[in-house]
């Protein structure tokens, strides 16, 4: 028995394997292939737009998948959800669903688009967002480049950001958002109550859970005075109460610990000042809860 697994092609693709390799799974590509090879017996994967996956993983093509919530809820997908993975193109963040109109639009709030044409590539949320407030406006797809569909071929556009750069250098002004979405790992209603593959779908989500919480973190270890122990621990944020372990020295210990990373180029100075020796920091793959 095999576990399906579909993976985004496209802009999630590198963060995507970079997430699965800190997890334990090697995944490789050959040039123009949509198979990838994953170093897991198995394990099948096949590599799907982001935009169409929760549709195959719903009809039981997928038994489980990587998309973002924002595809789910286009698609109205029936599946189960394990795991919010909270990435995008750029980074370990998630993205949002703006309504945008050039810099110079006289409109102020989507209530002012009533009667207006507004493109985007989410159109079936979108609909259901304009309908729910009772503001009518013609909805039309974007195949693409929806950034320079206003004002000639759109009066306002639905378009994701992480940033909101791509808006601004195309003098667009953001009125609202719709929708805020994460990457998410979505399973088929029927292989979660399959025994093999829903231990197996578990198995992964623990791994990845683990390969997204070390993203954030950071082992530090180091040499102390046993009489700075106290002192020494205040300065730390650990995830747990530190370790420490005796030296041959009795005077001395060895304490490890696992810290935010963006709190250790404050904490290392402090911890040298307080008597801390040897000072290492290191990264994780895995940080398992």
């Known amino acids: 028995m095999k576990l399906k697994i579909g993976l985004p092609k496209g802009s999630l693709q590198d963060t995507t394997f970079k997430l699965f390799k800190n997890a334990g799974y090697d995944i490789k590509v050959l040039e123009r292939s949509y198979v990838p090879i ?3 017996p198995e394990i099948e994967g096949l590599l799907i737009r982001a ?3 929760a549709r195959y993983v719903q009809d039981g093509i997928l038994d489980m998948g990587i ?3 924002d595809w ?7 599946v189960v959800e394990l795991i ?5 193109k750029v980074g370990f963040r998630g993205v949002k669903w703006v309504v945008a109109v050039p810099a110079d639009s006289p409109v102020q709030k989507i209530e002012d688009l009533k009667g207006k044409k507004i493109a985007t590539e989410l159109v ?5 967002y304009f309908k729910k407030r009772g503001i009518d406006v013609t909805i039309e797809f974007s195949w693409g480049a929806t950034e320079v569909k206003p004002p000639l071929l759109a009066d306002a556009i ?4 992480e940033t909101g750069a791509s808006l601004r250098a195309n003098n667009l002004r953001i009125i609202d958002t719709i929708l805020e979405s994460e990457t998410v790992l979505i399973a088929n209603k029927n292989a979660w109550h399959d025994p093999w593959k829903k231990k197996k779908m578990e198995n992964l989500t623990i791994l990845l859970k683990g390969a997204l919480l070390a993203e954030e973190k950071v082992g530090l270890k180091m ?13 730390l944020t650990s995830l747990h109460t530190p370790t420490i372990s005796n030296l041959v020295d009795e005077g001395w210990v060895a304490m490890e610990v696992i810290i935010d990373e963006k709190t250790v180029r404050d904490i290392i100075p402090e911890l040298k000042r307080a008597g801390a020796q040897g000072i290492v920091e290191y990264p994780l793959n895995k940080v398992i809860p």
């Open 38 to 40: 994953i170093d897991d």
């Open 51 to 53: 935009q169409e996956m």
């Open 67 to 69: 998309t973002g919530y």
């Open 72 to 78: 789910v809820l286009e698609q109205d997908a029936k």
């Open 84 to 88: 919010r993975l909270k990435y995008g």
């Open 124 to 128: 079936g949320f979108t609909k259901r």
């Open 158 to 161: 639905v378009e994701v950001t």
């Open 223 to 235: 040499n102390l005075p046993r009489k700075k122990i106290e002192k020494i621990s205040k300065i």
